[in-house]
């Protein structure tokens, strides 16, 4: 599942690629995707068609395509927001070149081209944000841990926290753009294993943050982490996986102590940590 870093390489991506770019139009496979739901089609046509991008942005793991709000109907803070859950993926492509399987939402773009959200298993959604920021699933999110979230406010929130380590770091309402692979990798960083009680690192609240922010930014660096699914607007792979120290190695020696790398399973989900360097 793309996490912050991957949705950020994609951003980065494609905001060259749409920005002043007329909407022509919308298109519909008719499928359902998140949780079987309908995509609002009508209302993503009201709010597109005629305008151009103004840019593509980030929050935690959403893209947000601000549609740009001068003239008549205008909108301030209007825009397209989009979730790629487990495989979505966005691609510019001519209007020409056939569409891929599982393409399921397409905005025409002015000269030709269009933006195609492609999504196999369709866990992902599309939906118009009028404005964005009203938007249910916008509004519960956490502060961003790369620009918004500071140190002090982390420690407040981890000492009143009840919950261990690892779910409180996944918890998007907490911190918005972290999943499993990140969340592995800064606890891994920090020594702490993933079902150590929250509080108890309240105190190293600011080797936390760094940590964290380490391991978001080697991934932004790197273009993502590329395990299965995941590719960026070019169609391209990540190179992160490559540097990841225990997310998905498990029986691999541990790269700081040699202990093999273990994996359990928490609430459905697999946790990667090193038996040694991460005791509770
Ligand atoms: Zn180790």
């Known amino acids: 599942m793309p996490e912050l870093p991957e949705v950020e390489t994609i951003v980065r991506g494609l905001g060259p690629l749409v920005r002043g770019r007329r909407i022509e139009g919308v298109w519909w496979s008719g499928q359902g995707l998140h949780l079987g739901r ?5 209302g993503l046509r009201a709010l597109a068609v005629g305008r151009a991008i103004a840019g593509v942005r980030r929050r935690g793991k959403y893209i947000l ?7 008549q109907g ?25 569409r891929l399987p599982h393409t399921h939402v397409v905005l025409a773009l002015a000269g030709g081209d269009e933006l195609r959200f492609v999504d196999a298993r369709r866990f992902g959604w599309v939906t118009p944000g009028r404005p964005m920021a009203e938007d249910a699933a916008l509004a519960a999110l956490g502060p961003d841990p790369l620009t918004e979230l500071d140190a002090e406010a982390l420690a407040t929130a981890l000492a009143a926290a009840r919950t261990p380590i690892k779910a409180f770091l996944l918890d998007q309402r907490r911190i918005a753009g972290l999943g499993n692979i990140y969340v592995a990798e800064a606890l891994f960083r920090v020594g702490a294993h993933p079902t150590t009680p929250a509080r108890r690192l309240a105190r190293r609240a600011n080797e936390l943050l760094a940590a964290v922010r380490a391991v978001l930014e080697s991934g932004i660096a790197r273009r993502g982490t590329t395990l299965r699914d995941y590719v960026d607007v070019d169609g391209e792979r990540g190179d992160n996986a490559a540097a990841l120290s225990v997310y998905g190695r498990e029986g691999e020696p541990c790269v700081r102590c040699g202990a093999p790398i273990r994996r359990r399973i928490d609430s459905g989900r697999a946790t990667f940590f090193c038996p040694r360097c991460q005791r509770r």
């Open 38 to 42: 309908k995509i609002d089609l009508r």
């Open 65 to 71: 395509v601000d549609v740009d709000p001068g003239g």
């Open 74 to 98: 205008g909108e301030a803070g209007a825009g397209i927001i989009i979730h790629l859950g487990m495989t979505g993926r966005l691609r510019v492509q001519p209007k020409a070149a056939l």
